[in-house]
Each structure stands twice: as C-alpha cells, then as structure tokens.
C-alpha cells in the first residue's frame, strides 16, 4: 500500500519462521530494480491454552500418596516446558486433598467411594516464559465390590423344644457397599461342628430338628455370607 509492505493474514511463528518475496521498484521514468527479501518472524512466549489429564478417574482405596494423573500442556510454542500447581478460585473444593511433583497429581489419603464420590480441583499450569492458563476438573472415584466385614444375628439363643424346622435367627452383613446383598451358606471348617442342625433359607437360620437342652445346650456353626460381586466372608458362631 504505497510505499508499506502488508501482510495478508497473522502470522505464527510455529507454522512459517520466514517468507521470501520477490520485489521490484519502478522509478518516474519507467525504470525497475528488483531484489529477493527473507523476512523472518520473532518467535513470542504465547499462552498454554489447555491442560490434559491421563485420567479423570481412579480407584477406591488406593494407596495414599498414589499418582492418580500425569498432567501435561498444549501451547502453541513447540519445546516449551510447563509447571503446575493448585490455585484458589472457583472449583477448587478439593485442592487440599492432592499436591503436585512435577508433572504428577497425587491423592494425599486413601480415597473411599461411599465417602466421597467425586473431587473438584482448580490447576494451573504456566510456561517458561510465565504465561497461565487455569482450567477446573473433577475426578471421579471408581466404586469397586468390596469385601462384606461382618455378619449378624437377630438372636443368638432359641428355646429348647420349638418345632423342627422353625427359624432360630435371621441374618444379615455388614458392607461398605450400600445396597449390596448378601446370600449365606453353612461353609465346612474350624468350628462347624454342628453344621448338620441346620439350614439357610435366604437369610434365615432354620433348626432341622426340635432342640432339646438336656441333650444339648449349645451349637457350634460356621457361616459364610457372599455378596453380589462374588467377596465373601467367613465367621464361627455358638
């Protein structure tokens, strides 16, 4: 434009580092010079516009201390490196709950999914040349079957002489898992001595035959409850 060399559209130094024109000046008189130019482009520090997370989820019970996510850049400056850290704003529940080495998101505590579902945190991430770029995520726990802890019994005594067959006590487990259910079975092993007097319907305990406390005062049985994901857990009740 007259005399001022324009350029058509934004330049980017990652996509073209210099341009080689051809131009030629024309005098009054009709006369021309012409000369070759390479203009070259200063490469600038630009801004991170994104940060990416190997994993948006983990696991129930993990380790403390475990490395949940590898954390990394986009930013338009190839080669360039990149700190993170944890910064206050708007999303950042959860931010005590992990800390940072490096490039690395760590869980200070073991996490449990029937505590706490989910985790918000607020990273940053800044280049070399100082620029940020903050972005918020949530984290997501992985709800896996956990192993039944306990079993229970409405009653741990019957009276002698009740008809065979007659239910003696129900049943019931102790489970991190909410809702899970449970199916129980008489398991041989150290204290099923008396397996034999009884059996399970669902979960009731049933005697098979009238008790009778001059015969017998006490009964030794060993109990196993499963839940729906296959754990079980085994437990000698008199």
Known sequence: ????????????????????????????????????????????????????????????????????????????????????????????????????????????????????????????????GGETYVEVFTLDVNDLNETPTDISFSSSTFNENIAATSVVATLSSTDEDDGDTHSYALVEGTGDTDNDSFSIDGSNLIINSSPDYETQESYSIRLQTTDSGGETYVEVFT
């Open 1 to 128: 434009d007259g005399s001022n060399l324009i350029i058509n559209s934004s330049p980017d130094y990652e996509t073209q580092e210099s341009y080689s024109i051809r131009l030629q000046t024309t005098d009054s008189g009709g006369e021309t010079y012409v000369e070759v130019f390479t203009l070259n482009v200063n490469d600038l520090n630009e801004t991170p516009t994104d940060i990416s997370v190997t994993s948006s989820s983990f696991n129930e019970n993990i380790a403390a201390d475990s490395i949940v996510a590898a954390l990394s850049s986009s930013d338009e400056d190839n080669g360039d490196t990149h700190s993170y850290a944890l910064v206050d704003g708007e999303g950042d529940t959860d931010n005590d709950v992990f800390t940072i080495d490096g490039s690395n998101l760590i869980i200070n505590s073991s996490p449990d999914y029937e505590t706490q579902e989910s985790y918000s945190i607020r990273l940053q991430t800044t280049d070399s």
